[in-house]
């Protein structure tokens, strides 16, 4: 193996040179690092570091990853996330809380000595549109977040032949070289257990990337944990083998026949290990049926998940997964994720902040102080009530917002159903033509979100504003002969223009509509948050 693998790196560093030469061929491209990088680790899909592993050699890995040198430490952290369940879940877990939030651009709350609100408006627009022309911004924040656990995550900011940044691409992390603790990065693109000094070389501009970085990496912990779960799993097995399933000693009688006893030895051998046979008489079975003490093993193994929960919560949990009393009640797995999700925010804010929003201000609107920033954090009821009166102000433009982006920004599952129309005597009868908003409206009164009155004075309205066009189509409906409809429909059809002018010259309705939307849509929003809280 070794030879093997020492001969493909020897090639694919030959080819190496040739590589950089044809990608700088081709006009407005960048180096994509990881679509090379695939040809050249394939190696690595040959070696598991955990055949074999021991402490002594994790210590080492663990020491050889304080110099700098990633390689085989962090392969091993990725094979160890995947092996141990319950680090698995504890990644999902946290990753599932981070991106439930939501994201925005900010501008500042007070404005710097000569900075206007114009220049603040024209930043935000700015980043918004930087931050919507990526194509991977959620997982990108999603592979940021696994710094937490190996300490450090790199993206590549990919561009356009315009210079705009498109997408970013998540870097491995068995990748990378340091030159220390703190010194400057160095891409290690055959990823090979090598040193700084080699590959001094290859030192990065960060100005190309995101980069995360953590001082107390949970997988350190996890890797341990990991350790000691399997050897207490392998003496587990040995007792299930022991006593689990039925097995014994044989005592011989003193009487054997000369020459059987091979014979006996055999049979006892089979009753010994849980077979079935025969035996002389005066023999004597002795089961293995009680262990020395208590099964110490799944104590320990549970001890070993808790010392990873706790590490991987901040000593908010111990479990995941039982159910019970104290921190275990209730959604308290689910506020504790909440809880971490919003402090990881806050950090990756600022690493966005710091090496994406600052690039593209300084890019974009050179000279100003940056007056505006990209902001990840929970949804709350302020934000979901301003998305409502967006939609609304929308609507009543004549515009028709995305559900799916709505969805997004309110939390909510949006899907449009037919209403059914609920009314009583007094109430103007439905007709052709009604509207989602007004069907919605007529079945929101019936439940009592809006009163009758008021709904009575928008139909009383409606009805007013649209006479001229109810007054025509109420002629048309008189009339028997086929041709004549024919012409008179021809001819309503012509005259639309004018009718449409006479009800906007009737502004009673859109008033009363007006009014009543913003009435309905706030107790709508009021509604699906008394499910969702226990705050209103």
């Given at each position: 193996?070794?030879?093997?693998?020492?001969?493909?790196?020897?090639?694919?560093?030959?080819?190496?040179?040739?590589?950089?030469?044809?990608?700088?061929?081709?006009?407005?491209?960048?180096?994509?690092?990881?679509?090379?990088?695939?040809?050249?680790?394939?190696?690595?899909?040959?070696?598991?570091?955990?055949?074999?592993?021991?402490?002594?050699?994790?210590?080492?890995?663990?020491?050889?990853?304080?110099r700098?040198?990633?390689?085989?430490l962090?392969?091993?952290?990725?094979?160890?996330?995947?092996?141990?369940?319950?680090?698995?879940?504890?990644?999902?877990?946290?990753?599932?809380?981070?991106?439930?939030?939501?994201?925005?651009?900010?501008?500042?709350?007070?404005?710097?000595?000569?900075?206007?609100?114009?220049?603040?408006?024209?930043?935000?627009?700015?980043?918004?549109?930087?931050?919507?022309a990526?194509?991977?911004?959620?997982?990108?924040?999603?592979?940021?977040?696994?710094?937490?656990?190996?300490g450090?995550?790199?993206?590549?900011?990919?561009?356009?032949?315009?210079?705009?940044?498109m997408?970013?691409?998540?870097?491995?992390?068995?990748?990378?070289?340091?030159?220390?603790?703190?010194?400057?990065?160095?891409?290690?693109?055959?990823?090979?257990?090598?040193?700084?000094?080699?590959?001094?070389?290859?030192?990065?501009?960060?100005?190309?990337?995101?980069?995360?970085?953590?001082?107390?990496?949970?997988?350190?912990?996890?890797?341990?944990?990991?350790?000691?779960?399997?050897?207490?799993?392998?003496?587990?097995?040995a007792?299930?083998?022991?006593?689990?399933?039925?097995?014994?000693?044989?005592?011989?009688?003193?009487?054997?026949?000369?020459?059987?006893?091979?014979?006996?030895?055999?049979?006892?051998?089979?009753?010994?290990s849980?077979?079935?046979?025969?035996?002389?008489?005066?023999?004597?079975?002795?089961?293995?049926?009680?262990?020395?003490?208590?099964?110490?093993?799944?104590?320990?193994?549970?001890?070993?998940?808790?010392?990873l929960?706790?590490?991987?919560?901040?000593?908010?949990?111990?479990?995941?997964?039982?159910?019970?009393?104290?921190?275990?009640?209730?959604?308290?797995?689910?506020?504790?994720?909440?809880?971490?999700?919003?402090?990881e925010a806050?950090e990756?804010?600022?690493?966005?902040?710091?090496?994406?929003?600052?690039?593209?201000?300084?890019?974009?609107?050179?000279?100003?102080?940056a007056?505006?920033?990209?902001?990840?954090?929970?949804?709350?009821?302020?934000?979901?009530?301003?998305?409502?009166?967006?939609?609304?102000?929308?609507?009543?433009?004549?515009?028709?917002?995305?559900?799916?982006?709505?969805?997004?920004?309110t939390?909510?599952?949006?899907?449009?159903?037919?209403?059914?129309?609920?009314?009583?005597?007094?109430?103007?009868?439905?007709?052709?033509?009604?509207?989602?908003?007004?069907?919605?409206?007529?079945?929101?009164?019936?439940?009592?979100?809006?009163?009758?009155?008021?709904?009575?004075?928008?139909?009383?309205?409606r009805?007013?504003?649209?006479q001229?066009?109810l007054?025509?189509?109420?002629?048309?409906?008189?009339?028997?002969?086929?041709?004549?409809l024919?012409r008179?429909?021809?001819?309503l059809?012509?005259?639309?223009?004018?009718?449409?002018?006479q009800?906007?010259?009737?502004?009673?309705?859109?008033?009363?509509?007006?009014?009543?939307?913003?009435?309905?849509?706030?107790?709508a929003?009021?509604?699906?948050?008394?499910?969702?809280?226990?705050?209103?």
């Amino acid at each position: 193996m070794t030879l093997f693998r020492n001969l493909r790196t020897a090639l694919v560093s030959a080819a190496w040179p040739l590589l950089n030469r044809v990608q700088a061929a081709l006009p407005g491209t960048a180096v994509d690092m990881e679509r090379l990088v695939r040809g050249t680790n394939r190696w690595r899909e040959w070696y598991n570091p955990l055949r074999g592993l021991t402490v002594a050699r994790s210590v080492s890995l663990l020491e050889a990853g304080q110099r700098g040198e990633f390689a085989d430490l962090q392969w091993l952290f990725r094979l160890v996330e995947k092996r141990n369940a319950t680090h698995r879940a504890l990644i999902i877990r946290r990753r599932a809380a981070l991106q439930k939030l939501d994201w925005d651009i900010k501008t500042v709350a007070e404005l710097p000595p000569g900075a206007t609100q114009a220049q603040a408006d024209a930043q935000k627009q700015t980043l918004r549109a930087a931050y919507d022309a990526l194509d991977n911004l959620r997982g990108a924040i999603a592979f940021l977040a696994l710094a937490e656990f190996r300490g450090f995550s790199h993206l590549q900011k990919q561009r356009s032949p315009d210079g705009d940044v498109m997408h970013l691409e998540p870097l491995d992390q068995w990748t990378w070289v340091r030159d220390g603790l703190y010194g400057p990065w160095a891409y290690n693109k055959d990823s090979r257990q090598v040193t700084f000094d080699v590959l001094k070389g290859q030192v990065i501009d960060p100005a190309g990337f995101i980069i995360r970085e953590c001082d107390m990496p949970i997988d350190e912990i996890g890797l341990f944990c990991y350790l000691r779960k399997n050897l207490s799993q392998k003496d587990w097995d040995a007792f299930i083998e022991i006593y689990g399933i039925p097995s014994g000693v044989v005592v011989m009688p003193g009487n054997i026949q000369q020459g059987k006893e091979k014979d006996y030895e055999d049979a006892a051998s089979r009753i010994a290990s849980g077979g079935s046979g025969a035996l002389p008489a005066g023999s004597d079975y002795k089961p293995n049926d009680q262990p020395r003490g208590i099964n110490p093993f799944r104590d320990h193994i549970r001890y070993q998940d808790e010392e990873l929960v706790l590490a991987g919560t901040g000593g908010k949990l111990t479990m995941l997964t039982e159910s019970g009393s104290g921190t275990l009640a209730g959604g308290a797995h689910e506020d504790t994720f909440d809880d971490i999700a919003e402090g990881e925010a806050a950090e990756i804010n600022e690493v966005f902040q710091a090496q994406f929003d600052a690039d593209i201000l300084a890019r974009e609107h050179s000279g100003e102080p940056a007056l505006a920033y990209f902001h990840l954090r929970p949804r709350d009821e302020a934000d979901v009530k301003e998305e409502a009166d967006n939609t609304l102000t929308l609507a009543q433009a004549g515009y028709q917002r995305d559900a799916a982006e709505l969805s997004e920004k309110t939390g909510y599952t949006l899907e449009l159903k037919p209403q059914i129309l609920l009314g009583s005597a007094g109430d103007p009868p439905a007709v052709a033509g009604d509207s989602p908003a007004t069907l919605g409206l007529r079945n929101r009164a019936e439940r009592g979100s809006v009163s009758r009155p008021a709904l009575q004075k928008v139909f009383r309205a409606r009805a007013t504003s649209l006479q001229p066009i109810l007054q025509r189509l109420d002629t048309l409906l008189q009339i028997d002969d086929p041709a004549q409809l024919q012409r008179e429909l021809q001819q309503l059809l012509k005259d639309v223009p004018d009718l449409a002018d006479q009800v906007r010259a009737r502004p009673e309705y859109a008033q009363a509509l007006q009014e009543m939307m913003a009435d309905a849509m706030t107790g709508a929003v009021v509604d699906e948050l008394r499910k969702k809280t226990t705050l209103i």
